[in-house]
């Protein structure tokens, strides 16, 4: 709270239309206490005196704005959790997937990517997109509803596609040192926001899961490559879906473990002893990353699905 004080006075010195934005409690935020456009105005007006609501559209956003004597330009808060706007609220988010949600704090809506696949016309998809707008209603989130928050949380993308493409584990696998290659241990058990209890290479980044499609490399073993599961480093392996093409952001779903694609492919800063036998190692291309979303066990012949 202490950065608040100097960035208004930037804002005053360069005359520019200033935005304070609510933390929405979804994903990370969570872990994390917003504080309150009451508590940012209260802060400001001890320094600059008292702000006056200014009665007109700046832009075509949520916030509301506030004039300071002195100040060329604006004060604007959006306060989504202390001072919800669900009645008048106009923000609808499309995804890097396709999938457009009417209402952030919820995974309702429609997969447009599904209609594009289709070759729906130009028109026709402008009248799904205006029903599901003009469908849009408050809804009054309960950002606070820990009940509600955790059905979305295992529902993720319940109402995403009509169908979803299914794949079988054949293989999970772990080392317990970096460097060293990882075995088949037939029951993976993965931690949120973590990674797979036991593997070296889970923590808190971007590439707590690794995943390589079945497929590929039984085509590598055709080349006369010997190789044994975990060989190229994958935590998971994948039957039925061609993973390399799947989107940042997608997620997937096994059990009750959600893992969303964070990476696909890697660069391969030391050649593994299959690229220096072969001349060639799949992961870098092939393989994908994932963070855990949510936690629990998954096993050889489990169903994953991508949603």
Not at 24 to 30: C, D, E, F, K, R
Not at 181 to 186: M, T
Not at 231 to 249: D, H
Request: hydrophobic residues 35%.
């Amino acid at each position: 709270m202490d950065q608040i004080v100097p960035i208004v006075k930037f804002a005053k010195e360069k005359s520019i239309i200033l935005r304070f934005i609510e933390l929405m409690p979804i994903g990370h935020g969570t872990k994390y206490t917003p504080v309150t456009g009451s508590k940012i105005r209260e802060i400001i007006e001890e320094s600059f005196g008292m702000m006056k609501p200014i009665n007109k559209a700046l832009g075509n956003g949520p916030a509301e704005y506030y004039a300071l004597e002195g100040f060329s330009g604006a004060i604007g808060f959006i306060s989504a959790v202390s001072e919800k706007f669900c009645s008048t609220c106009n923000r609808i988010r499309l995804t890097s997937n396709g999938f457009l949600k009417t209402c952030l704090h919820y995974n309702k809506g429609i997969h447009l990517k599904e209609y594009l696949k289709k070759g729906i016309s130009e028109e026709n998809l402008m009248t799904i997109i205006s029903k599901e707008i003009s469908q849009k209603k408050p809804q009054n989130h309960g950002f606070n509803d820990k009940t509600q928050n955790n059905i979305e949380k295992k529902k993720y993308v319940s109402n995403r596609r009509v169908t979803r493409v299914k794949g079988k584990i054949m293989a999970v696998c772990i080392s317990e040192k970096k460097g060293t290659q990882k075995y088949n241990v037939n029951t993976i058990n993965l931690i949120e926001e973590y990674g797979i209890e036991g593997d070296a290479h889970a923590g808190k980044w971007h590439r707590q899961v690794s995943l390589l499609s079945f497929e590929e490399i039984e085509r590598f073993k055709e080349r006369g490559a010997e190789i044994d599961d975990g060989a190229f480093g994958e935590n998971i392996v994948v039957q039925g879906i061609v993973l390399n093409e799947l989107p940042v952001g997608t997620q997937l779903t096994c059990n009750d473990v959600i893992l969303e694609v964070t990476q696909i492919g890697k660069e391969c800063h030391h050649h593994c002893q299959i690229y220096q036998k072969m001349g060639e190692c799949i992961m870098p291309k092939l393989g994908i990353f994932a963070r855990v979303l949510q936690g629990g066990t998954v096993s050889n012949g489990d169903t994953m699905e991508v949603c």
